[in-house]
């Protein structure tokens, strides 16, 4: 039968320890929230004792949170356990986060004590929790670093002692998997009483093995695994909960376990953290980058329209993305070009596949990304005739200041003719641009989204602008990438205008071709 694996959240903890700002009370309810709402069984909210905001989180989190067990992090010191428990007194159902550092390193060049002293804490400190909760975990901080015999022998006196769960953290992410699951099968042999606990794992990614360390100590009895949402945490983060969740699910086969998270949580669950956490999710990110799910070489896409498991293991409505659309560009396909135009409505004897293949080629070296109204330009116009940029960027010059006003004054080529407009605003440098250019060439668009991506300000240093604009229903994207970041911005506004201007010539071409028939 398959055994449930505890997912321990620690995002609130770890995870917010390690941002360059600490997080409000209001923000980390939010997360807590949408923890809960995932499953997670056990959400660990803070450190208490740390500082008074970290209190107050803990406060107003643990009166709030019904369906997951509440946990707090202490040392093992009594005023840092009265702290936790006072915090977390709202809540019928938490636990006391113990942690002591096991490692001899630790342990004489940090706590400068001897290993007898540190057992004695040990077992003082999870008697003194026991007081306020039955719900103990014991964390060997440097598990992974600490001489074997030692581990043993803390592991069976803190649960002798009275703690149920115990923690092997990998805390600074220096195992790899084959050594850390030797570490957990040692304890379950020698462990005299190792069957009345749980055993967690805690693993950082200093090495990039959180998430396999993890795995192999679920291979090895672990059933408790600690992580945090898209792996924030110390340093190089910790496990992170949506790959280690997903690999559960997919793997089950194999390992043999499950977990009560909700998958189709996971995504929502990821964009409020980074969001809240201003950390922003890379495109490639495992489970929830935006281009997990997405096929580009036309041999992939192809495979992928004949039979979705061909190069898809998970879908993204599993994890509560949106299905993705297949991105055409010039490494894609006739297979793909066909498909997305009978999701347009076009049949193939409407349309010459081959010369569309052979234009949407053209079409795509000059611009990159094809979208449908491209495709359909291709369809109603001659390729001879379409105007790549119709707009074209003259000059700029933009002023702003203390006082909040950005001045921007913008000369375009629309076509032949240069045109020139300037506005002054107190909505931002950004504003005074779009609302410039959009003057001049007169299209009623919204600027749906926009962001930028920008790699320090170095000699080789470059910003990338992506926006998306509403026009006419439709949603054109534009990018824009250069040394300087208002030049990034006017190339993907411009990017977008040439798009729109394209769109519009179709449309009227569209219409007339109708009237002729
Ligand atoms: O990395 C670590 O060892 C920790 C402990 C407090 C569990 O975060
Ligand atoms: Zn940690």
Redesign the pocket.
């Known amino acids: 039968m398959k055994e449930k694996i505890i997912i321990f959240d620690?995002t609130l903890r770890?995870g917010e320890q390690s941002l360059k700002s600490s997080l409000t009370v209001q923000e980390k309810i939010k997360i807590a929230f949408s923890l809960e709402q995932m499953g997670i069984d056990v959400i660990e909210v803070g450190f208490p004792i740390s500082s008074p905001g970290d209190f107050k989180s803990t406060e107003v989190i643990a009166a709030n949170i019904k369906n997951s067990t509440i946990c707090s992090?202490a040392r093992c010191v009594e005023k840092d356990i009265e702290a936790a428990a006072l915090a977390m007194s709202k809540s019928s159902n938490f636990r006391i986060?113990l942690?002591l550092g096991t490692s001899s390193l630790h342990i004489k060049s940090k706590l400068k004590r001897s290993f007898s002293e540190i057992i004695d804490l040990a077992v003082f400190s999870i008697k003194k929790a026991k007081k306020y909760t039955d719900n103990i975990e014991f964390?060997c901080?440097?598990a992974g670093r600490t001489e074997i015999d030692n581990l043993c022998k803390i592991v069976e006196l803190a649960i002798k002692a009275g703690a149920n769960t115990i923690?092997i953290?990998d805390?600074v992410g220096y195992t790899i998997p084959n050594e850390f699951s030797k570490i957990i099968t040692s304890l379950y042999n020698r462990v005299p009483n190792i069957e009345s606990a749980i055993i967690s794992v805690?693993c950082?990614n200093d090495l990039g093995m959180a998430v396999g360390n993890s795995i192999s100590a679920i291979q090895s009895g672990a059933r408790q695994i600690?992580g945090t949402i898209n792996g924030l945490g110390?340093r190089a983060g910790n496990t992170a909960l949506e790959e280690i969740i997903m690999a559960i699910k997919i793997r089950s086969d194999i390992l043999n376990v499950f977990t009560n998270i909700n998958c189709e949580e996971i995504y929502k669950t990821s964009k409020i953290v980074s969001n809240i956490c201003k950390v922003p999710i890379p495109f490639n990110k495992s489970i929830v980058g935006s281009n997990v799910y997405s096929h580009s070489s036309g041999v992939h896409q192809d495979g992928v329209l004949k039979n979705r498991n061909n190069y898809e293991i998970i879908s993204p409505e599993t994890v509560g993305m949106k299905p993705v659309q297949l991105n055409l560009t010039s490494r894609s396909g006739r297979a793909a070009v066909k498909h997305r135009m009978e999701k347009l409505g076009y049949l193939e004897k409407e349309y010459d596949l081959n010369k569309l293949y052979a234009n949407f080629l053209i079409l795509a070296d000059k611009k990159g990304r094809i979208f449908d109204h491209d495709l359909e330009a291709l369809v109603f116009m001659d390729i001879k005739k379409i105007k790549y940029t119709y707009f074209q960027l003259d000059s700029f010059d933009v002023t702003s200041g203390s006082d909040g006003v950005s001045v921007a004054s913008v000369t375009l080529f629309c076509g032949k003719e240069k045109k020139t407009s300037i506005t002054k605003t107190r909505n931002g440098i950004i504003a005074a641009v779009y609302k410039t250019i959009n003057r001049i060439v007169g299209y009623p668009i919204f600027l749906k989204k926009c962001s930028l991506i920008s790699n320090g300000i170095n000699n080789d240093s470059i910003f990338k602008l992506d926006i998306i604009v509403r026009y006419c229903n439709r949603d054109f994207f534009g990018t824009g990438s250069s040394f300087d970041f208002l030049n990034s911005v006017i190339k993907a506004m411009i990017y977008v205008l040439n798009d729109i201007f394209r769109f519009k010539e179709m449309s009227f071409r569209k219409e007339e071709i109708k009237k002729e028939k």
Request: glycine share 0%; charged share 35%; proline share 7%.
């Open positions: 620690t770890d992090l986060h942690f964390s901080e440097d923690n953290p805390t805690h950082h600690e110390e």
